[in-house]
């Protein structure tokens, strides 16, 4: 259980990783290809903390710092040109694929994990928290540090494009 | 709102996560109302359970949380350098030591050099009386620091009259006497604890011979133009 009444002087560290480790690494999974990447960036996400989550005034805000020191983490080891386009949400096609619940139940994690790191990596993040971590919109884009309408917009073409992908490996038959 | 406008926002909904969320509200309704819709919805959110289902079964490597704790190890909070114990000793010993050095310009010495500055220049006395009593009353009336007679050591002097000063918005009385042939003897008056308080000491002041004292309620300074022995005459 970690206590949410301070920062690092008085949250055990070891329940704040035992907390969100797991949760942290799956994120990492979903951004990075290889599971060697996303342990070191859950690993360089806790070494950030144990030096500057002091910093952090609002305990409540525990949870969001965490998810995004790791995305900022992924974007610095990343080269991106930084001119990622403001996809509105009257460019997304609104009929999404059809595809069957259970076809993604006889898929093994693995796949379902592949498609998603088929996606543009400007969906992937948004779309991983989307589906990873219930947390909200608003959340989602404090983490991303991007407006809620390009949360909003990116996981709704990221949703498309990820069951465009799985449909294409639909066993046939 | 349409069914085509309906899909649009309801493709991002995420039952017992966003039902709080006002954006998805009316759309909602609208499917509870739309038997297609609902049924596409339905669909949906079972899609979505499934792919979350499948990406939250990844789990972290047996080990990581080990490695986690061993290296990023808790560094407690960085203190800034004035914050540091040994700092805070040293900023602690330069407050004394200025302290100190107030004390020496602020307390008593600085009290008694501004009165024996002042009677070293040409003043002007703000009651002038050879009575006592007269100038007693006076004090009383203004509610300066005054005694009820002067001290039977200084019954040879003859009274002039005397100042209404003031030391750091405290009131202090000046009581300017005349030694025949000896010159000039002023004993300063102030309430105990308006200005700062002294041991009994004698002291020389520039050309003045100055003595101090604390009785009662008030602190006394004697000031004369001539030598100690002479002051001592006095006291």
Same mark, same amino acid.
């Given at each position: 259980m970690i206590d949410d009444r301070d920062t690092t002087t008085s949250i055990d560290f070891e329940g704040l990783v035992n907390a969100y480790y797991q949760p942290l690494y799956r994120f990492a999974l979903s951004l990075t290809h290889t599971e060697a990447e996303a342990c070191d960036l859950t690993q360089q996400t806790f070494y950030v903390w144990a030096r500057k989550g002091h910093q952090l005034r609002d305990p409540s805000k525990v949870k969001t710092w965490l998810f995004t020191t790791l995305h900022r983490e992924f974007l610095k080891g990343r080269r991106h040109d930084g001119r990622f386009p403001h996809v509105e949400m009257s460019e997304v096609e609104h009929e999404m694929p059809t595809i069957s619940p259970s076809v993604i139940d006889q898929m093994d994690a693995g796949t379902v994990l592949e498609a998603l790191h088929q996606l543009d990596e400007l969906y992937r993040a948004p779309l991983a928290l989307f589906y990873l971590e219930d947390i909200s919109y608003k959340e989602i884009a404090a983490v991303l540090e991007v407006p809620m309408g390009t949360v909003q917009s990116r996981i709704a073409r990221g949703k498309a494009q990820l069951q465009q992908w799985l449909l294409s490996k639909e066993p046939c038959g | 709102m349409d069914s085509q406008q309906a899909k649009q926002i309801l493709g991002r909904y995420r039952p017992g996560v966003d039902d709080d969320d006002p954006q998805f509200a009316e759309a909602l309704a609208f499917a509870r109302r739309t038997p297609e819709l609902s049924r596409w919805l339905d669909q949906q959110v079972a899609l979505d359970a499934a792919i979350r289902a499948k990406l939250r079964s990844a789990a972290a490597p047996v080990g990581l949380k080990t490695r986690i704790l061993a290296n990023a190890k808790v560094e407690p909070p960085a203190i800034a350098w004035w914050r540091h114990p040994g700092w805070i000793a040293v900023a602690l010993a330069a407050l004394i030591v200025v302290a100190m050095v107030w004390h020496r310009t602020a307390g008593f010495p600085a009290y008694r050099a501004k009165m024996v500055a002042f009677v070293s220049r040409e003043y002007k006395l703000d009651l002038k009386t050879k009575s006592f009593e007269e100038f007693r009353q006076a004090l009383a009336k203004g509610k300066y620091p005054a005694i009820s007679a002067l001290p039977p050591a200084l019954a040879k002097v003859t009274l002039e009259g005397g100042c209404l000063l003031d030391w750091r918005g405290h009131k202090v009385t000046l009581i300017c006497m005349e030694a025949p042939g000896q010159g000039d003897v002023w004993l300063c008056l102030a309430e105990r604890g308006t200005v700062p308080e002294t041991v009994r000491q004698?002291?020389?002041?520039?050309? #003045? #011979?100055? @003595? @101090?004292?604390?009785?009662?309620?008030?602190?006394?300074?004697?000031?004369?133009?001539?030598?100690? @022995?002479?002051?001592?005459?006095?006291?």
């Open positions: - | 004698v002291g020389k002041v520039g050309k #003045m #011979m100055t @003595a @101090a004292w604390t009785d009662g309620n008030l602190v006394y300074l004697l000031i004369t133009e001539g030598d100690e @022995a002479e002051l001592r005459r006095y006291l």
